[in-house]
Every structure is written in C-alpha cells, then in structure tokens.
C-alpha cells in the first residue's frame, strides 16, 4: 500500500489512483490521520491532473461509503428520489417539487444546502419560517417520509464526513472547480440518501456557475455517470439562468411566491422547471410510461391543492406550529403576520419608455447578498426579509418613472452605487425580443 506522499506524487505525476489508493485517501480524510497539507496537496494534485471516470466513480462510492448510508422500507423501492440544482437566483424549485412528488406517491428525503455567494440556499428560505426544523434524525426522517412522503433536512454529521472535510479544504485551497471533486462532492452526498432516482438541474448561463450550455453539460453527464454508477438512476436537465426563475429573490419572499405557486397562482417559469424534473422522476420511477404524462400530473398535484397540502403537513411534521402552517397555507392570507417584514421597501423607477429585453440576475443577487440576502463565510448568519421583487417581466412594455423592482432592505442600506447598478441590470429595447428556451436539453438514463 502506497503512503499519502506517494499517492500525492503518484497524482501529480499524472497517474492514474487505483481503487485501492483512493480508499485510503478518503479513509485517512474521514478519521483524520492525513495532515491538512496533504489534503489539499492531492486536492490540488486532481484539480490540475484531473481523473478518469473509473477514479471519480470509485471517489464518489468511497465518500459515500465514510459515513452512515440510509436505508428505507422495502415497500417504498423505486420510488425513493430527490433532484440536485446546481444553484441559481430564485431559485426556489424545491419548495414546490418536494411536496409535489409526495402528492404524487414517491418518497423525497431532501437533503439541501444553504446558500454561499451569490446563489440562495433552500435550508435558509425554510428557516425564514417560524419553527421550521431543518435538523431531524434518520430514525424521524422515516417518520416525516412515513406519513408526510417529503421532507427538506441539512447534512448531518454522519452523512458523508469525509465531503465535510475536502468541501472547506476545497474552498481554502481553491479547487472548488473541479470537476471529479464537484462530482463526488453533490453524488456521494445523494448516493447517502439511498435514491432510486435522481434528477439534476444543471443550470447554464449568466447568473449560473457555468456561464455556456457545453460546459454545463460535460458537468451534467459527470454527474449522470457517477449516480448511474451507484445504482441510481439518473438523469439531467440542462436549462437556462441569466434572469431570476419567477419574480422574487431573497429567503421569505421566496417563500412567499413558493406558497402561491401550491396555490395555483405561480409565474410560469417556475412551473415550467418543476413540471419536467417532477415528469423525469416520476418517469424513472415508472409511475408514468411517457414524459408528458409525468409534466402533466406533476402540474396537477400542484394547481389541484394536493402539493400545497403536504407542504403544510411537512411544514408542521417539522416543528412548525399547527396555526402557523394552517395560515401560511390558507387561500388568502397576511404572509406578513407570519414571515417579519423589510424594515424599509423601495421601488427603482424605469428611466426610460421601452419593452424589457433583459433582466441580468447575477447583478440583482449580488447586491442582495451585500445587503444581507446571502453569507461571505459558511457559518455566517442570513437576513431572511431582504430581497426584491420583480415588477416586470421580459417582453413587458413600461413607461418612464413606473416602478419596475420593490426592494425589501434593513441594514445596511442600498448605496447610490448599489442602486446604479440595479438600474443598469434592467435592458429596455424599442421591441421585444424572442423569448429563450428554458429547458435547453434533457439528458435521461
């Protein structure tokens, strides 16, 4: 057996890691026999080496391997799923999916993460809810999957150690890019979960992590390899992030439009999104034989009621109190008697006539996250009422001084700065233009 400094050398040299060499990788990782040094002296060693499909399928199987793996009744088989995005503006798709899946008959144990730059986190958008729990047991997600069929939970501490170990490392040492250690990072994490499928949503563009469609997609079929490896199936969906999915950005007020989706009243863009990777699930699952049957029982769990229902339901199986799940839930409500309220809301005027031909997302995220929308450091707390909302949308025709985005704001306050540069993120034209794909490729097992 090779010691770390050989492995290391063995990697930067260009060769290839045996099975063998790996495990005792990730071993040494999970019980911390490894100096740190080294850790991210072989993290390096494959960010600039890279690896070959069989080391990042055995990478991904041993990460999975260094901590508890779950396990589930034998009358829930097949239908056990979850879906991974790999993050956007806006981006509230779980809060819909998730019930929406239950309603429909899988079992959805979510494990997500919360937010870091620019991009928003679904752990910190539930948590803007009074009493909601994202820290629950195995022994209590069977429980909430039991009677519920979804729920939405953090990492815990035994679900795959040794990702908790290279993630910070990854950041510290800035192989955060890599393609083998994103992949064993997202897929070991869901292999942990014991799913029968998994959908990913691998975004592309300007608000994006991957800013054209080819890379996206060469992430997109690591990624689909590595979870068919593990005896999930797995399929991914590429689709577009240069605007906001629906109108609004920030914890609660994503929440806010996530209610009023389950309650028939969401923008289409979001539908759009949870109706094709609800459909995939529910057609690798083999609850539906085609596609478009999947989209179409998907978007009726959710205008029929029936996801909104086991959103509350979840949400009181998850600490949340009866009342507040009953009225946050209810047809018309006050969501502000429930989720606290911006100290200050203020509109941004248009400053010319035209028709709205761009929207840039990535401007409007990273102002709210210098507002207090979004963390710098893992760790680092959250303002769940600052945000924005949209008062426009693409191909609209608006005139000169209408308000085109609320922004929700506490401390500190936007800077001339800031508010130049949200101004500048909406594009008028004198016509509208063709509106893009959303959903540019589906990629399935």
């Known amino acids: 057996m090779l010691s770390i400094p050989e492995l290391i050398r063995k990697k930067r040299d260009g060769g290839r890691l045996s099975g063998g060499d790996i495990r005792t990788f990730v071993q040494a990782v999970t019980s911390r026999t490894i100096q740190q040094c080294q850790t991210g002296a072989m993290l390096m060693a494959i960010w600039q080496k890279g690896m070959v499909d069989s080391e990042i399928q055995t990478l991904t199987r041993e990460m999975m391997l260094s901590g508890d793996v779950m396990s589930w009744p034998k009358e829930w088989a097949g239908h056990v799923v979850d879906k991974h995005s790999t993050g956007g503006v806006g981006d509230k798709v779980s809060l819909v999916l998730a019930p929406a899946l239950a309603a429909c008959g899988c079992k959805v144990p979510m494990i997500s993460g919360r937010g870091l730059a620019h991009t928003g986190g679904t752990l910190d958008k539930l948590e ?31 679900l795959v150690p040794a990702d908790r170990v290279l993630y910070a490392l990854r950041d510290a040492t800035s192989t955060v890019d890599s393609l083998p250690l994103i992949t064993g990072s997202i897929i070991s994490k869901k292999g942990a979960e014991s799913l029968d499928a998994l959908v990913l949503d691998v975004k592309f563009g300007r608000a994006a992590l991957y800013k054209d469609v080819d890379s996206a997609k060469q992430l997109a079929l690591l990624l689909a390899r590595a979870g068919n490896g593990l005896g999930m199936r797995t399929a991914a969906v590429l689709s577009r992030m240069d605007s906001t999915i629906g109108r609004c950005v920030g914890n609660s007020l994503e929440v806010i439009e996530a209610l009023e989706t389950l309650k028939g009243r969401g923008p289409e863009d979001l539908m759009e999104l949870v109706a094709t990777l609800g459909g995939v699930l529910l057609l690798m699952t083999r609850l539906v034989t085609d596609l478009s049957d999947g989209r179409k029982q998907i978007s009726e769990a959710v205008t029929g009621g029936a996801a909104l229902s086991k959103f509350q339901d979840m949400m009181e199986a998850q600490g949340v109190a009866k009342e507040t799940a009953r ?16 100290e200050h809301q203020t509109e941004l005027k248009t400053r010319d006539d035209g028709v709205v031909v761009d929207l840039d997302g990535l401007v409007l995220a990273e102002v709210l996250h210098k507002l207090g929308a979004g963390r710098f450091k893992a760790g680092e707390p959250v303002n769940h009422c600052v945000g924005a909302e949209l008062l426009v949308s693409l191909g609209q025709k608006v005139t000169k001084g209408g ?34 794909t959303l959903v540019e490729e589906l990629l399935l097992p």
């Open 327 to 342: 009225l946050l839930c209810s047809a018309h409500t006050d969501y502000y008697k429930i989720l606290r309220k911006s």
């Open 403 to 436: 308000s085109w985005l609320r922004l929700h704001h506490e401390a500190p306050a936007p800077t001339p700065d800031q508010i130049n540069q949200l101004q500048n993120a909406l594009v008028l034209g004198p016509d509208p233009l063709p509106k893009p």
């Open 128 to 158: 803007s809810i009074p009493g909601f729990n994202i820290h629950q047991s195995t022994e209590q997600v069977k429980a909430i999957l039991s009677s519920v069929g979804c729920c939405v939970i953090g990492q815990t501490e035994r």
